[in-house]
């Protein structure tokens, strides 16, 4: 084959005929910038900069400086994001076998072209459209079409993009690539009408913002109007009153932070050699609570090797099985792990089979996992089936059953191999007879810390479920050797007719054996159905369906290129025990974002509903926004992105935004309760606005510290030293900035008496709070 020559490639990525991805592994750079600058409540923040310049109230934009340093941060993280994520794709990357200048050569899917002839076998995802030149495949378009079913393909037949090979091995010559192939045109379908997988945090983190978006302006409009013309302040008064409120209802830093701590622990998961395909996964791992795993290459060794050949056929004899069982692995693709290990152990022997005449192959029918079974059909000889012994043997040959079983119950995986009289039919059951010749002992060694990852798992409160295609028993026994908890509960698949039937089995047994890849699908599906989170862990072709269900599938850099593209996370060394900490990474970045949310919305539910109060009661603004400004930074925005590197490997529970607003809400009901009061006395006491805004924010910044208090619990030495840093540098701010820069003026005593009696009603005032909000949350 000579293929394209090098200068027929370059002419076509002249012209636009590469396979380059419609959606970039990442954000470029320029993304990246824009993204964090043009925001809409920078836009917002910008408008109300130029209103303050309008009416020469410089001081008042401190803020600026916070938006600015928050979108500094954001870009320098994602930068630093983005060259790691770039990295690891490119390692990670599949390449493939295609022909240029007659010679054979490995590119990745980007760099090929339009009429490039590639090579693609079993387990490779097609990675544009094509058609058949030579050979024969069987495809799934499941990905694609959702259709589980296999579809044969021989030359002259269309590959869709996206499809992946089952078995066989073919050349193919590419139709149609990039943004013309069938995958990429449903990925940008799919662009269009806005379908995108976001995770239940990032959801309910866009409802609230949207929500605020939605009621910012005619809420600072109306505002004005009542500071303005109602409560006759200046134009200047009435302006820093509105941006004050205005200020305090936009979360200036949450949606920065969630994207720094996912992109810090994308970086942390990549250093641990893990990629993320998805953002959304990484909140899904926090919240896993059942992890499906496959036997093979997840609780042991993805490398097999024969342990034993028993031969049943006496009249011929071992040297004649040895040479049809060499031949048989000669002529069959070596598309997984079992037989490899089969032709690595054949290949080892004395080479008398490979002189043996006679053995020419006329038809060849590869392994399927719906069947159990693959097959060669020999001239002169017939045909010789090779798979799992309960499928081959059915009822019949009780003895060698028996031997068999004894294998399988400790935990090996046993191959039989038979003479076959009878119709071959590919993807059907057998019916004719059958003649064993010789089973072969397989074994798989446990890794080497997997009962250490499955003891995290259960002390997690983790149920591991292990779906596995080899036989129940043998299964069962690799997973009591491995720790797995319940693994004496097993069952046969193949007795699992219904999908209802399957779903009543997902809760009640530990080990599922016999599992087609529909089964292991719908099983994910049926767990799903029943409340559970899911992840799934693989490497093979027949894992692929089930991956790309789960709620978070892992695949092994090791396995079938097709299990790595459908996978969310993909652990490039293949080793399954740095899972504990990629499942505790998960669980760190979403309960850190979910305990620092509620502390950005516990200043913007005070604001919301205080602005809401005052558009009705006869009073003022109580605050300036340098003010809200320095509080913000001092019990907000420093301390979240303290505590966003907090170690918290709890299990999520509950709904992100019904967490939050519980959190959320008693600190911010206390914050309008201090400063109604303080606003109240002021009013009633005939202070000056200056005194009002001193007093407001000093009771402001008080619940802000209880409520930073609260969070940190239970205290450590870390998150005390936090709190006490964040009290001591609000305090020293006040003390030394606060009549120049703060506009705070000194208290008498019948002030400061007052203060301190509203500051110390603020705490019981929250824990009454919270235990009313958990109690009308509980009546739910």
């Known amino acids: 084959?000579?293929?394209?020559?090098?200068?027929?490639?370059?002419?076509?990525?002249?012209?636009?005929?590469?396979?380059?991805?419609?959606?970039?592994?990442?954000?470029?750079?320029?993304?990246?910038?824009?993204?964090?600058?043009?925001?809409?409540?920078?836009?917002?923040?910008?408008?109300?900069?130029?209103?303050?310049?309008?009416?020469?109230?410089?001081?008042?934009?401190?803020?600026?400086?916070?938006?600015?340093?928050?979108?500094?941060?954001?870009?320098?993280?994602?930068?630093?994001?983005?060259?790691?994520?770039?990295?690891?794709?490119?390692?990670?990357?599949?390449?493939?076998?295609?022909?240029?200048?007659?010679?054979?050569?490995?590119?990745?899917?980007?760099?090929?072209?339009?009429?490039?002839?590639?090579?693609?076998?079993?387990?490779?995802?097609?990675?544009?459209?094509?058609?058949?030149?030579?050979?024969?495949?069987?495809?799934?378009?499941?990905?694609?079409?959702?259709?589980?079913?296999?579809?044969?393909?021989?030359?002259?037949?269309?590959?869709?993009?996206?499809?992946?090979?089952?078995?066989?091995?073919?050349?193919?010559?590419?139709?149609?690539?990039?943004?013309?192939?069938?995958?990429?045109?449903?990925?940008?379908?799919?662009?269009?009408?806005?379908?995108?997988?976001?995770?239940?945090?990032?959801?309910?983190?866009?409802?609230?913002?949207?929500?605020?978006?939605?009621?910012?302006?005619?809420?600072?409009?109306?505002?004005?109007?009542?500071?303005?013309?109602?409560?006759?302040?200046?134009?200047?008064?009435?302006?820093?009153?509105?941006?004050?409120?205005?200020?305090?209802?936009?979360?200036?830093?949450?949606?920065?932070?969630?994207?720094?701590?996912?992109?810090?622990?994308?970086?942390?998961?990549?250093?641990?050699?893990?990629?993320?395909?998805?953002?959304?996964?990484?909140?899904?791992?926090?919240?896993?609570?059942?992890?499906?795993?496959?036997?093979?290459?997840?609780?042991?060794?993805?490398?097999?090797?024969?342990?034993?050949?028993?031969?049943?056929?006496?009249?011929?004899?071992?040297?004649?099985?040895?040479?049809?069982?060499?031949?048989?692995?000669?002529?069959?693709?070596?598309?997984?792990?079992?037989?490899?290990?089969?032709?690595?152990?054949?290949a080892g022997e004395k080479e008398e089979w490979q002189a043996e005449s006679g053995w020419k192959a006329v038809r060849t029918i590869p392994f399927q996992s719906q069947t159990k079974w693959s097959a060669v059909v020999f001239e002169g000889f017939g045909a010789c089936v090779m798979g799992a012994p309960e499928v081959l043997l059915g009822e019949g040959f009780p003895e060698l059953s028996g031997r068999i079983l004894e294998h399988v119950r400790r935990g090996e995986r046993v191959i039989l191999a038979a003479a076959y009289e009878g119709i071959l039919e590919e993807g059907k059951s057998l019916s004719g007879t059958l003649h064993p010749l010789a089973f072969l002992v397989i074994a798989n060694n446990i890794r080497e810390k997997a009962g250490e990852t499955f003891r995290f798992f259960e002390e997690q409160g983790v149920t591991v479920k292990v779906i596995s295609g080899d036989h129940p028993a043998a299964a069962a026994k690799i997973a009591a050797r491995a720790g797995i908890t319940g693994a004496e509960r097993f069952v046969d698949a193949r007795i699992l007719k219904t999908e209802e039937e399957l779903a009543g089995a997902s809760e009640r047994y530990a080990v599922f054996g016999r599992v087609t890849p529909e089964q292991k699908r719908q099983l994910v599906k049926a767990l799903q159905k029943n409340g559970h989170t899911v992840a799934m862990t693989g490497d093979g072709v027949n894992d692929v369906l089930a991956l790309k269900d789960a709620d978070c599938g892992v695949a092994m850099a090791s396995g079938s290129d097709a299990a790595c593209h459908a996978a969310h996370l993909v652990l490039l060394d293949s080793d399954f025990s740095v899972m504990p900490a990629v499942v505790a990474e998960g669980r760190r970045v979403i309960n850190n974002i979910e305990r620092a949310a509620a502390l950005f919305l516990v200043k913007n539910i005070f604001s919301f509903v205080l602005t809401v109060i005052l558009l009705f009661a006869p009073l003022t603004y109580p605050l300036t926004p340098i003010q809200l400004t320095m509080i913000g930074a001092f019990t907000i925005g420093l301390p979240s992105f303290f505590l966003a590197l907090e170690p918290n490997e709890e299990l999520i529970r509950g709904r992100f935004i019904y967490n939050v607003i519980r959190k959320a809400l008693p600190g911010g009901l206390t914050n309008v309760l201090a400063v109604m009061s303080v606003s109240v006395v002021c009013e009633a006491m005939d202070y000056p606005v200056a005194v009002m805004n001193t007093m407001a924010g000093i009771a402001v910044g008080f619940v802000g510290l209880l409520v930073l208090a609260g969070v940190c619990r239970p205290f450590d030495k870390k998150r005390f030293a936090i709190w006490l840093l964040m009290a001591v540098l609000m305090t020293a701010n006040v003390l030394v900035l606060g009549r120049n820069l703060y506009s705070l003026v000194p208290l008498c005593v019948s002030q400061f008496f007052a203060l301190l009696v509203i500051m110390s009603a603020s705490i019981p005032c929250l824990t009454l709070t919270r235990r009313g909000v958990e109690w009308i949350l509980k009546q739910r």
């Open 1 to 346: 084959m000579k293929g394209l020559t090098s200068e027929q490639a370059e002419e076509r990525k002249c012209l636009g005929l590469q396979n380059l991805p419609v959606e970039a592994p990442s954000k470029s750079v320029g993304e990246i910038i824009a993204g964090n600058i043009c925001t809409f409540f920078n836009l917002v923040f910008a408008a109300l900069a130029c209103c303050l310049i309008l009416v020469r109230r410089y001081k008042q934009m401190l803020f600026l400086i916070a938006v600015a340093a928050n979108a500094m941060i954001g870009i320098v993280q994602q930068l630093r994001s983005k060259r790691v994520v770039d990295r690891l794709s490119l390692l990670s990357a599949a390449v493939y076998p295609v022909f240029r200048d007659g010679r054979e050569e490995r590119l990745p899917s980007e760099a090929l072209v339009r009429d490039d002839l590639v090579v693609l076998e079993a387990g490779a995802q097609i990675p544009a459209d094509a058609v058949v030149e030579e050979g024969e495949a069987r495809v799934s378009e499941a990905l694609i079409t959702g259709e589980a079913d296999a579809v044969y393909k021989k030359p002259g037949d269309e590959l869709r993009s996206g499809s992946f090979l089952l078995s066989g091995r073919c050349l193919a010559r590419l139709t149609c690539v990039g943004a013309e192939s069938y995958a990429s045109k449903l990925t940008a379908e799919a662009r269009k009408k806005g379908v995108g997988k976001k995770s239940e945090m990032m959801e309910a983190l866009d409802r609230i913002l949207h929500v605020i978006a939605v009621l910012l302006i005619p809420m600072g409009l109306l505002l004005f109007w009542k500071q303005r013309w109602i409560m006759e302040l200046s134009v200047s008064e009435a302006t820093v009153a509105v941006i004050a409120a205005l200020v305090g209802m936009i979360p200036e830093g949450l949606y920065l932070l969630t994207s720094v701590a996912l992109a810090l622990s994308v970086m942390r998961l990549a250093g641990k050699n893990t990629v993320v395909h998805e953002m959304s996964c990484i909140e899904t791992l926090a919240r896993v609570d059942v992890l499906c795993v496959d036997k093979t290459g997840t609780i042991t060794e993805p490398w097999m090797k024969v342990s034993q050949v028993v031969c049943l056929d006496e009249e011929r004899g071992e040297a004649f099985v040895t040479a049809l069982l060499g031949a048989c692995y000669r002529e069959l693709a070596a598309d997984n792990e079992t037989a490899r290990a089969v032709r690595r152990h054949y």
